[in-house]
């Protein structure tokens, strides 16, 4: 058996259905162009029976990705297994995946199907899936490790007769134990490796982290058999998450003598991806989180620092730079020239074209204007608002705030070439800018979550701003950032507005189509 284990990232699907991590289509793109570039075998793009919007954005970045394999997901449905092949049209490597649950509480309690009639509905689902996305389709016997093992290789061997390229158990809800999993694996392994078409098949394992167990799951799948393991940056995902893909390419990484498998993953853009991924979602990564939160590689006692002095591995069982984790010696300040930007830019994993370049060199000189250094946290931070200004119908343009109480705030934004100015008080000046801002672009919102953080040490710090707002009954997640906290805010105001305002017109261009 290979000891290439491959990585089937899902990020983009399972990862986005955590509570705000929601993605626009765009940011869809822009993060799955940097797990490209982190080497991952598949990208999971989403699920495109969901919405219109989510169709979009899962044929966008299967138009967009070529190094890697991109799948969608569907139900053992005909009508999502053809729409998922839509958008996986234009693919250049196609990944159709259909689930259906295998455990006997889904099956009583949600699907009310008799094993009999899930045995059926895995076959037509998989041999649909195979005539309109011949090149792999992977099947996922929903809640395997609360499901009878017996049944389990029932229907993996359905599933491998209809043409199933790959073959996955997941721990749906987090409740097994490394023991259990790798007897799991194994044991449905061994009895279907004689059906026929088996030796082509790829076991896959997808764990959740409920018990705090994913990762070491995931090891346990690998030692068990499972040759694809299912994992997110930074973990993220439904309920407590998903297994942390740095976490387990590292524990292999590092512990080759009792784990001797192998990855495509290029270890120096772990940190660049999961800085990327907490810019675009505002899930602020943990302090003490593994490989990559602030204190990683932190050392404040006195015996570690003098070990580490000494000699790293004293302390430390990987480098930094294994990890991406770099410290720039090249200092960026208003004097900085465009060479030196895209220098930077370049060593952070963004490559620019020469427009964005210019767009990024104004933002940066403006920056430099308010702060004397510009660190790399800033420099994604300005890069990744530079990129969604792009698809913003109003773009803010001033604030200003007279205090009291009540407070009044001025708001001009730009809506095409045109300005647009309003007025309104407010309990505070946050509230009073908030309204006028509604009074913009004409759309009340009710504000579910704000918070507010430093993107790097110092009173100079650039701010970063991430409100949750309800318009419509519908949640939408916005981000901003500013020198200025209460112009930082504005701007995550205005960027939740502008997804609402984006997505209603795609949702109104699809009814009218229909």
């Keep these: 058996m290979s000891n290439r284990v491959e990585i089937f990232d899902t990020t983009l699907r399972d990862g986005e259905q955590s509570p705000g991590m929601s993605m626009h289509q765009h940011e869809k793109i822009r993060m799955a162009r940097q797990l490209e570039r982190l080497g991952v075998n598949t990208i999971e793009a989403g699920f495109p029976i969901a919405s219109e919007q989510e169709f979009e954005a899962v044929r966008r970045v299967a138009g967009e990705i070529k190094a890697c394999r991109v799948a969608a997901l569907a139900r053992a449905l005909p009508t999502d297994i053809e729409r998922a092949a839509q958008a996986l049209e234009h693919a250049e490597k196609p990944t159709l995946h259909t689930f259906i649950a295998s ?35 992977e099947f996922s016997a929903e809640d395997a490790t609360r499901s009878d093992w017996d049944f389990l290789v029932a229907l993996t061997k359905v599933a491998i007769e209809a043409g199933a390229d790959i073959i996955n158990l997941p721990d749906t809800v987090g409740y097994t134990t490394p023991g259990e999993i790798k007897e799991m694996f194994e044991y449905v392994i061994g009895k279907t490796k004689n059906v026929p078409g088996a030796e082509r098949v790829i076991f896959s394992s997808h764990n959740h982290n409920d018990l705090g167990l994913a990762v070491a799951n995931a090891l346990a799948a690998a030692a068990g058999g499972a040759r694809q393991v299912e994992c997110t940056v930074s973990g993220i995902g439904e309920r407590a998450g998903n297994t942390s893909l740095e976490e387990f390419v590292m524990a292999l990484r590092v512990r080759q003598d009792s784990y001797p498998f192998e990855t495509d993953v290029v270890t120096t853009e772990i940190v660049p991806s999961s800085t990327l991924l907490s810019k675009i979602t505002g899930m602020a990564i943990p302090y003490n989180k593994p490989i990559v939160g602030r204190n990683a590689f932190a050392h404040e006692s006195g015996i570690h620092q003098h070990g580490v002095i000494a000699n790293a591995r004293t302390y430390e069982i990987m480098t930094p730079d294994s990890v991406g984790l770099h410290k720039s010696q090249l200092v960026l300040g208003k004097h900085s020239g465009r060479a030196g930007l895209a220098k930077r830019c370049e060593e952070l994993g963004y490559k620019l074209s020469a427009d964005d370049l210019q767009k990024l060199y104004e933002k940066f000189i403006d920056l430099t204007a308010k702060k004397k250094e510009v660190y790399d946290e800033d420099l994604v931070m300005l890069i990744v608002s530079a990129y969604d200004e792009e698809f913003q119908a109003y773009q803010l343009d001033q604030v200003r705030i007279s205090g009291g109480v009540p407070a009044l705030a001025y708001v001009k934004v730009i809506k095409g070439d045109q300005p647009v100015a309003e007025t309104a008080t407010g309990d505070g000046p946050v509230d009073a800018a908030f309204r006028a801002v509604e009074k913009i672009v004409n759309v009340v919102g009710r504000l579910e979550q704000f918070e507010i953080r430093a993107t790097t040490p110092g009173k100079e710090a650039l701010g970063e701003a991430y409100v949750t707002v309800n318009f419509d009954g519908k949640d939408y997640r916005g981000k901003g950032a500013d020198t200025d906290i209460i112009v930082a805010a504005v701007k995550a105001y205005m960027d939740a507005a502008n997804m609402y305002i984006a997505l209603k017109g795609t949702m109104q261009q699809g009814a009218a189509a229909v």
Excluded: G
């Excluded at 509905?121 to 309109?132: D, I, M, P, R, S």
């Design 103 to 137: 455990s006997d509480i889904h099956l009583k309690d949600k699907l009310r199907m008799t094993r009999q009639q899930v045995l059926e509905a895995a076959h037509n689902a998989v041999t649909l899936a195979k005539q309109l996305v011949p090149p792999r389709v």
